[in-house]
């Protein structure tokens, strides 16, 4: 199991501030070293419906795993926290 949090728009357009994900439902179609990727994470919750495909299909999309930015071919375990947001500008 990992948290996902959705940060900012993201988080008002999914209307989701956070879920819990269960790797397992990915380990079992993954090959045979069981790795599951941020990117399999994320087709699994576009896969959700139009809404979730539109949102989380934009280029600009960031990741973080364990408060780090990462991309998405980065490995995700259990108990990871992972975050998705729009990129922050400051001013």
């Not at 959705?6 to 380990?27: D, I, K, M, P, V």
């Not at 941020?38 to 419906?49: F, H, P, R, T």
């Amino acid at each position: 199991m990992i948290k996902i949090l959705f940060f900012a728009a993201l988080r008002e357009r999914l209307q989701c501030g956070q879920l819990e994900f269960n790797l397992s439902s990915l380990t079992s179609n993954a090959s045979a070293a069981k790795t599951v990727t941020i990117a399999a994470v994320l087709a699994q919750l576009q896969a959700k419906d139009s809404l979730w495909q539109h949102a989380l299909s934009q280029a600009d999309l960031l990741c973080a795993l364990n408060q780090q930015l990462v991309p998405t071919s980065t490995e995700v375990k259990a108990n990871d926290e992972l975050a998705f947001f729009p990129p922050v500008t400051g001013g």
